[in-house]
Structures are given as structure tokens and as C-alpha cells.
């Protein structure tokens, strides 16, 4: 990637490169994504659920 960056890619394979990293970024945002929903843990308050992360919900037990 930093020959993307410096320049010293001909188009199509600097166009490659991007496209791959565009494709990396979005896979890695979805895994994200999945991981922060696992991590929450449903609280009940009353009547109601309520999602909190993780780590808040351990802490206050």
C-alpha cells in the first residue's frame, strides 16, 4: 500500500490496490460491527430491555 501512496503504481494495479482496500475496510467494519452487537448484554429495567455493552453491564453486577 505505500507504493499506492508514493505514486509508483501504473493505474490499473493502483486501482487494484484501492479497490482492495475498500474491500478490507468494509470486511473489517462488518466484523466490527458483529462483534460490538455479541458483546452487548440485555438488561431488564422494569418493564423494558435494555442493550449496554459489555463491560458496563460486569461492572455494576
Known sequence: ????????LELEA????????VNL?????GQLED???RIEVLV???EK???RPFAESEESE
Open 44 to 46: 431488564r429495567e422494569g
Open 35 to 37: 462483534a460490538e452487537r
Open 14 to 21: 493502483a486501482l487494484a490496490a484501492f479497490e482492495e482496500g
Open 1 to 8: 500500500m505505500d507504493r499506492l501512496e508514493e505514486g509508483d
Open 49 to 51: 430491555w435494555i442493550a
Open 25 to 29: 475496510t468494509r470486511r473489517c467494519a
